[in-house]
């Protein structure tokens, strides 16, 4: 039997009570009844010190966080908008992978960004070229949640049937990228 896929969720907020977080556990119950071993980061918890450069020794938590990018086989990254960009802890993390040691590449990524206002396109618009130049490759579907916390409900469910249908139509379109992308990779770690 194949191998289950591996999923890893990535919250970018540095919030405790973060909106995105909530979007992020509903994705994780969908990759578990799609039957994939999903994994979910919280960055708002991991308290990641900043990237100091190439050469200077790694926190382990890092290099935990960065094996786990690389046993992945596909990504959700969950991203709130912070001044019309990703937020900082999102792009700090990022810059750890240099492309050479640890690689990303020819992994699918999904991205879904929650706010508390009208925007979110410009949080993923910062990440296209990020995620290009480390050869991520994005599924085209497009994921903005604007006014987030009225959809939720207290136990962080979503109300709009219609929006979680899209948003488990962007879940499964992941998985399928994910299991056709996987046999490329095959020797190549
Ligand atoms: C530093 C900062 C900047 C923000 N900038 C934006 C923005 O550019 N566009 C937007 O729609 N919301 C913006 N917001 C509001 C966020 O959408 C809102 O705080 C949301 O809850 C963030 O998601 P989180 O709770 O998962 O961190 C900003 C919030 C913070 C804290």
């Known amino acids: 039997m194949a191998?289950?896929?591996?999923?890893?969720?990535?919250?970018?907020?540095?919030?405790?009570?973060?909106?995105?977080l909530k979007i992020a556990k509903i994705v994780e119950k969908e990759l578990q009844s799609l039957e994939t071993q999903s994994t979910l980061i919280h960055l708002g918890e991991e308290k990641l010190p900043?990237?100091?450069g190439y050469g200077v020794p790694y926190p382990p938590?890092?290099?935990e966080i960065l094996k786990l990018m690389t046993q992945a086989d596909g990504f959700i990254f969950v991203v709130p908008e912070y001044h019309r960009s990703m937020p900082s802890v999102f792009k700090n993390l990022f810059e750890y992978i240099d492309d050479e040691e640890v690689k990303i590449e020819d992994r699918p990524a999904a991205l879904v960004t929650?706010?508390?206002?009208?925007?979110?396109?410009?949080?993923?618009?910062?990440?296209?070229?990020?995620?290009?130049?480390l050869r991520v490759w994005l599924v085209p579907d497009q994921m903005y949640i604007s006014q987030?916390?009225?959809?939720?409900d207290e136990q962080g469910n979503l109300k709009d049937e219609k929006l979680l249908e899209r948003l488990k139509s962007?879940?499964?379109?992941?998985?399928?990228?994910?299991?056709?992308?996987?046999?490329l990779r095959n020797g190549n770690g």
């Open 3 to 20: 191998e289950k896929l591996k999923i890893l969720i990535i919250n970018g907020s540095v919030h405790v009570d973060s909106l995105n």
């Open 50 to 52: 900043p990237f100091e």
């Open 61 to 63: 938590r890092v290099n």
């Open 114 to 133: 929650a706010t508390e206002g009208q925007w979110g396109q410009f949080a993923q618009m910062s990440m296209h070229g990020m995620l290009r130049t």
């Open 148 to 152: 987030a916390s009225t959809l939720l």
């Open 170 to 183: 962007l879940v499964s379109r992941l998985v399928r990228a994910s299991e056709l992308l996987r046999p």
